[in-house]
């Protein structure tokens, strides 16, 4: 009754696909949920225990805006061996989760009518905080036959005097493709040819397989003036509840970034950014564990999708998700997942949710043991077949 006092951006925000089928998964028993992009694996130990005693010892208060000082300083020499080096704590600042991190520099940087050109397939959240940011969403399309890599070409057609910013994924969620090298130094150009900034949401950059190497516009000649670097210890250290990112990039425009955040979080939990720097401080091989694990996944799941009745898939670069088509199957992803759901209780999300681009396709997150991915991918071609 009282929806119509809601302002009108917030009633226009359509619900994520994503936890619409998390909910609905819930209505079942013995479901394999290959849904939402919440790794199984739980914060190491050594993080938990040493976030609990930092905790005891008095790490309860307030700390400043822009971070506490020790965990600046040692995220600060974690990024620089890949980011050129030349990082300060001015260039750096903590946020609630890296969800935290958009929505402040999206806050930072529209004013009402701004543009941002998005590539598509997109995480669906980047619509919402957009439109609540007074931004206005230019797709930018990409197809299966190019493996979803967006075009440099496809990013000039859309850009008008209003365009302020392009965002990246790369990484991407929900495809896990990789944006080339080559195009990437191509759209940097396009960048400074239209004095446009860049938000790159690079929060899957520790996910990058078969030896490939991460890489970032934020690297090429003349883009570290004009990129917000978006990263998280959710996905890579195994810390999603801990609501714990970060934003990097010229000391200008984080300066405004932390303007918006002060007044909306005032800071991130301390206890959080306390066990933010023990994630730091642990061996390599404890997170590279991680990273290889994603990577056999992603083996198992490409493998069992090449092999079903009228499915098509490309082989992800990085990331935890795979994007198969299901054109050949059904001219409706929504009603698919949900049968899916209801006849062999395995959840997936339909890809109309993340753009127009993804429509023919359903994202699996590859969140699950090995032996839940097996069975869940069993089933699935089970239900393929039947539908062929």
């Not at 206890?271 to 997170?287: D, I, K």
């Not at 929504?334 to 395995?346: G, I, R």
């Not at 023919?360 to 069975?375: F, H, I, N, Y």
């Amino acid at each position: 009754m009282q929806e119509k006092k809601l302002c009108r951006t917030v009633r226009q925000v359509e619900p994520s696909p994503i936890r619409e089928m998390f909910t609905k998964a819930t209505e079942y028993e013995n479901v394999i949920s290959l849904g939402i992009g919440e790794p199984d694996f739980h914060t190491p130990a050594p993080v938990s225990q040493s976030a609990l005693e930092d905790a005891l010892a008095g790490y309860t208060h307030y700390t400043a805006s822009q971070g506490q000082p020790e965990l600046l300083d040692a995220l600060t020499a974690y990024l620089n061996p890949n980011y050129g080096g030349e990082l300060k704590r001015e260039n750096i600042m903590l946020t609630v989760g890296g969800m935290g991190a958009l929505v402040g520099s999206f806050r930072a940087i529209f004013d009402p009518g701004d543009e941002i050109i998005v590539p598509e397939p997109y995480f669906p959240a980047y619509k919402a905080m957009i439109a609540l940011s007074d931004g206005v969403m230019v797709n930018a399309r990409t197809t299966f036959e190019d493996g979803f890599t967006v075009k440099p070409e496809e990013i000039e057609r859309r850009i008008t005097p209003k365009t302020k910013a392009i965002l990246l994924n790369s990484p991407n969620n929900p495809t896990g493709a990789m944006i080339p090298k080559e195009d990437l130094d191509q759209i940097a150009e396009l960048v400074k040819k239209h004095d446009l900034l860049v938000i790159s949401d690079e929060v899957y950059d520790r996910f990058v397989f078969d030896n490939q190497k991460h890489d970032s516009i934020y690297n090429r000649p003349g883009m570290a003036e004009r990129t917000l670097v978006i990263g998280s210890f959710s996905k890579a250290f195994a810390m999603t509840g801990w609501r714990l990112g970060w934003v990097f990039g010229p000391k200008e425009l984080i300066a405004g970034v932390l303007k918006v955040t002060t007044f909306y979080t005032s800071c991130p939990s301390s206890v959080s950014q306390r066990a933010g720097l023990a994630a730091l401080n642990q061996p390599e091989e404890t997170w590279l564990e991680i990273s290889r694990a994603f990577e056999k996944r992603r083996d198992i799941a490409y493998e069992a999708l090449s092999a079903m009745d009228g499915v098509k898939v490309h082989k992800p670069a990085g990331s935890f998700y795979i994007f198969p088509s299901i054109k050949e199957l059904t001219d409706d992803t929504l009603a698919f997942s949900l049968e899916l759901l209801d006849k062999k209780q395995v959840v997936v999300v339909p890809g109309s949710g993340f753009g127009p681009s993804g429509t023919d396709c359903v994202r699996l997150a590859c969140t699950v043991s090995e032996k839940d991915l097996t069975l869940a991918l069993e089933k699935m071609a089970d239900f393929c077949k039947a539908l062929k």
